[in-house]
């Protein structure tokens, strides 16, 4: 008689992971931006035009989630969650625990929420990447419901 074992697999639970609150009345715009180039004045600069172009004020219908590459977020579905317009800059969709949004610059549909992963704000210094990055927010602007 042949035995059969159990493999048996132990996964780590990230110690940093952060939770993400879709379920606000008024904010419906997350961005996310790593927390070292939000010390960098020029790439805040920038970040304020793309906000101010898209109309998003923060703390009214919009909120800047600070990130570490270490750390692991997550958006909760909830039930009657209202749609959230969500911009990653240099996130991995992976450090948002979410499979097959490997696509930069591609609007993605998931759980009621818009999700754009972009580089970082760093990689916008010449016009031309400045043009990719603006053609992707305005698609996703005119998306908005």
């Known amino acids: 008689m042949k035995k059969i074992y159990n493999k048996i697999t132990n996964y780590d639970i990230p110690s940093d992971?952060?939770?993400i609150d879709t379920s606000s009345e008024t904010i419906t715009w997350k961005i996310f931006v790593s927390a070292s180039e939000f010390e960098q004045s020029l790439l805040i600069e920038l970040l304020n035009r793309i906000l101010t172009a898209l109309n998003i004020k923060i703390n009214e219908n919009g909120e800047i989630i600070k990130t570490n590459p270490n750390?692991?977020?997550?958006?909760?579905?909830?039930?009657?969650?209202?749609?959230?317009?969500?911009i990653c800059f240099g996130i991995?969709?992976?450090q948002l625990q979410l499979q097959g949004f490997n696509e930069k610059y591609f609007i993605y549909h998931f759980?009621?929420?818009?999700?754009l992963f972009v580089d970082n704000l760093v990689n916008y210094?010449?016009?031309?990447?400045?043009?990719?990055?603006w053609n992707a927010l305005k698609k996703m602007k005119e998306n908005e419901a």
């Open 17 to 19: 992971y952060h939770i």
């Open 71 to 86: 750390l692991i977020y997550t958006i909760p579905k909830a039930k009657n969650q209202k749609s959230c317009k969500i």
């Open 92 to 94: 991995l969709p992976e």
């Open 111 to 115: 759980q009621n929420n818009t999700f």
């Open 125 to 133: 210094s010449n016009e031309s990447s400045k043009k990719i990055l």
